[in-house]
């Protein structure tokens, strides 16, 4: 049987690999020519804004080497690059090339996908407007972004929000506009779209909604201006289209295929066009009257007509069109019918507009299932939410909890992978099901990297990789195999059972340890790890000759590196009290050592810009003025931040302040898992935000009330209610007990938060070992703490007092001289470092003392 395949896109790609994996056929009867128009084989589209982070198109390859090699187990498969197709005879059931060649074929398949849509403007050709699809279009807007200052993307979608990333990142000054009222309109309702839109400027980006192109002209304050029906304007240096796209049907219609009113080749469940010996597949097909815009409908498509066209029983059934993807760094989720277009449903609906978090749930009429959701800026629960749909599994009593915050000490609804049936699609762009994966197990697949060897789930998008994680863990406990949590290579250990080997078996240095406990030399993972380890249980100078060596940059140097490789010097402000001379101090050494400042988000000042030579000074002055490390480098506690409680607050019903300032000074030597950051607040109006800390206390009429496993970050999560109207004796005790039970307990860079969710029992089991000692540890973690306590030691003070830890404080180890390469432009008063078109274009006005 003779194969074209017009098309090597990722759709094109996957029915190759489904045919050369489907065996129903001698691999000798098929022979399969692919035709490709562009220079090189198919390529991941979906991370194509990744290759202006560094990625290159061999990187994005989907493409196997050894792929298109003639074996005698696979079909024989040519491709041809650089070749376009330009007719089909179906009479004569040949395809014509551009090169005039005149290929026959038995069966065709038409991967052509789509094209940008470009709306019929005037002045939608001029040089630096660009459309946003392959490789190339990339490679044009590099060039062009060097010598622009402005670009604007005209669409708000999904591909409209990845380039305007990718402007971002080529440091222009990024627009969007939008036709519709908001943005996302297919995938996000009115409240998502406002909520997007307001964490989409706060990246930088401005957006222009309700806005009418009307034509692209020479511009004023830019190569291209673009006016609008309103009578307004935008002027820009470079202009990329992602206003949607339509299928390539050309050679469709051409050749006397059906076509839809609007588009797309019409295709059956089988994949079949009109014609019984063409499929099409892809964005290019129509099917049920709708054109599927993702690549797992594609890969269905694909699958389905290789088996089809392998005698096999295959059919598509339509495709499920949610998605989970990160916009600029922002959580994005659409769900089922996320607009509940389906009669007689109800949604649940929940915004924080000062985290900027909304989420909806769509549920039917009876209540009992999910039909859709939207989730923008946290999208934790899609994982959860979507295998409800799927799987139409009941809802809880009371659905709305699963998008709201717990901030009563009831555990969260959640949906454990045992409750899933296994033919759950856990990965729906290979169409993964869970029993696949359980199988996968059953035969010996115990890692990630084995279970997508032999399933390929995951392999894709890769966002199904944390639920297939879970999958896979679970089937291994139920198979009663041992769970893999060995922190690295030359520990066979989680990092729980190496903390209690440090403990137990007095170990003092890493050395020891691996020689007792571990085999080779050690790596990036495990010596960190273990310096943390040893920091939590002897509270040693991190430093000293032993430990030194373990730690990474920010340790090392007690200070985070910033991107121009100066340091910043962040000097502790317990509660965020300082006096007077304090903040002279601190400015007179940020004056002295032209240093930028700035308030942080945890209430005390950071100093930029600081050569790695400077830092001993730098440390020096401030300790005589009475300061200590700030601990901003270390994974341990970093602020307590605090509103001025009762003593000047009217509403203030205790003195926040003086128990934050007690607090950190207590627990500033304490190194964690990861970060840690308490809040405390003089009463419920909560100032301090406390509810959104590792630990967080509120002030009441009755005492205190203890919060714990909060965070900010990429993925917020409110606090927990661990115990209420407390005395101060007793607060503390129980951040004791929670703080070293945590210290023990936490995997490698496992925020409270997570450690939490993941703690078996939830929050009604760390109650019961925390406030009712249901290990009978109380004690012991008591003493563990207090231990740290007593032996607390300014890091900076003893670095700067040790003349062998003072040494390696140098740009050069043969030399005292400092790094040119480190230059500063001037911003708002202060310094900023220069980038690299700067440092090309112009001279730094500003460079470090």
């Not at 804004?49 to 074996?71: I, N």
Request: hydrophobic share 40%; charged share 25%.
């Amino acid at each position: 049987m003779n194969i074209i395949v017009i098309g090597h896109g990722m759709v094109g790609h996957k029915f190759l690999e489904s045919l050369a994996a489907g065996g129903a056929v001698n691999s000798a009867d098929l022979q399969v020519t692919v035709l490709c128009e562009e220079v090189r084989p198919a390529y991941d589209r979906v991370h194509l804004s990744e290759f202006f982070s560094g990625k290159t198109a061999d990187d994005l390859s989907l493409v196997k080497a050894g792929f298109f090699d003639h074996s005698a187990d696979k079909p024989a498969m040519v491709l041809r690059l650089n070749t376009r197709a330009t007719a089909i005879d179906r009479a004569a059931k040949t395809v014509t090339t551009g090169d005039g060649s005149v290929l026959p074929y038995d069966k065709l398949v038409i991967a052509t996908g789509s094209y940008p849509f470009v709306p019929p403007l005037p002045g939608k050709d001029r040089k630096d407007c660009f459309v946003y699809r392959t490789i190339e279009d990339l490679e044009a807007m590099l060039e062009c972004g060097a010598r622009s200052k402005t670009g604007v993307v005209i669409g708000g979608g999904l591909l409209g929000l990845e380039c305007a990333k990718a402007l971002r990142d080529l440091k222009l000054d990024t627009h969007v506009v939008e036709f519709s009222p908001r943005l996302m309109a297919v995938q996000v309702d009115e409240g998502g779209a406002r909520v997007l839109r307001r964490k989409i400027e706060d990246l930088g980006v401005t957006v222009h909604t309700g806005k009418n192109t009307t034509a692209i002209v020479d511009g004023v304050e830019g190569t291209h201006r673009m006016t609008f029906a309103d009578g307004g304007h935008l002027d820009a240096d470079m202009i990329v289209f992602s206003a949607g796209i339509r299928p390539r049907d050309m050679l469709a219609r051409e050749c006397g295929l059906t076509v839809g009113p609007r588009g797309g080749i019409e295709i059956d469940n089988h994949c079949v066009t009109s014609d019984p010996d063409v499929y099409a597949i892809g964005e290019c097909a129509l099917w049920g009257g709708l054109i599927f815009g993702l690549v797992a409908p594609g890969y269905e498509m694909a699958r389905v007509a290789a088996r089809h066209l392998l005698g096999e029983a295959a059919e598509f059934a339509g495709a499920d069109m949610s998605t989970k993807l990160k916009l600029m760094g922002v959580d994005v989720a659409s769900i089922g019918d996320p607009h509940g277009a389906v009669a007689g449903s109800r949604s649940y609906q929940f915004t924080d507009e000062r985290k900027q978090i909304y989420k909806k749930i769509v549920v039917s009429d009876c209540g009992k299932y999910l039909l859709g959701g939207v989730m923008v800026g946290d999208a934790a629960e899609y994982g959860t939410l979507l295998q409800m749909m799927l799987n139409r599994i009941e809802l809880p009593e009371s659905p709305e909890f699963l998008i709201l915050p717990q901030s009563d000490g009831a555990a969260k609804p959640a949906l454990g992978v045992d409750a899933l049936p296994d033919g759950a699609q856990i990965c729906s762009c290979n169409d993964v099901s869970k029993g696949a994966i359980c199988a996968a197990v059953a035969g010996g697949a115990t890692t990630i990297g084995e279970v997508k060897g032999c399933t390929n789930a995951g392999t894709s998008c890769g966002g199904c990789v944390p639920l297939v994680t879970q999958v896979m863990k679970a089937e291994m406990k139920k198979l009663g195999m041992a769970v893999n949590n060995h922190v690295c290579e030359h520990f066979a250990y989680s990092r729980q059972e190496l903390f209690h080997l440090i403990k137990v078996g007095q170990i003092k240095t890493f050395g020891a340890l691996l020689a007792r406990h571990g085999k080779g030399l050690g790596c990036d993972v495990c010596k960190p790890l273990a310096a943390s380890i040893l920091a939590s249980v002897w509270n040693d100078f991190v430093l000293k000759q032993e430990h030194a060596s373990l730690q990474d940059t920010n340790d090392y140097f007690l200070g985070n590196i910033q991107k121009d490789g100066t340091y910043s010097v962040v000097p502790r402000m317990p509660g965020g009290e300082v006096t007077a001379d304090g903040l002279i101090a601190v400015g007179m050494v940020a004056k002295k050592y032209g240093l930028y400042t700035k308030i942080t988000g945890g209430a005390r000042v950071d100093l930029f810009g600081a050569r790695v030579d400077q830092l001993p000074l730098i440390w020096e002055e401030l300790i005589a003025a009475g300061f200590e490390s700030g601990h901003a480098y270390g994974k341990s506690l970093r602020t307590v931040k605090s509103c001025v409680g009762s003593t000047w607050c009217r509403y203030g019903v205790d003195d926040s302040i003086g128990l934050a300032i007690a607090l950190e000074n207590r627990y500033k030597g304490l190194r964690t898992p990861h970060k840690i950051k308490f809040g405390v607040s003089g009463c419920t109006r909560e100032c301090a935000e406390a509810q959104g800390k590792d630990v967080g206390i509120i002030a009441t009429e009755k005492g205190w009330n203890l919060y714990v496993a909060g965070n900010g970050g990429m993925k917020p999560r409110h606090a927990e209610l661990l115990a209420t109207d407390l005395d101060k004796a007793t607060l503390v005790r129980y951040i004791d007990r929670f703080l070293m039970f945590y210290t023990r307990t936490g995997d490698r860079l496992q925020r409270t938060s997570t450690w939490r969710e993941n703690l078996e029992g939830g929050l009604e089991y760390l109650k019961q070992v925390v406030v009712h000692d249901k290990l009978g540890i109380a004690a012991e973690l008591e003493a563990d703490m207090q231990h740290v306590v007593d032996t607390y030691a300014c890091e900076w003070k003893a670095a700067v007092e040790n003349p062998a830890t003072r040494k390696r404080f140098r740009h050069f180890v043969n030399s005292d001289q400092g790094d040119a390469n480190v230059l500063f432009m001037e911003e708002r008063g202060q310094i900023r470092p220069a980038t690299v078109e700067e440092r090309q274009r112009v001279i730094p006005i500003a460079v470090s003392a």
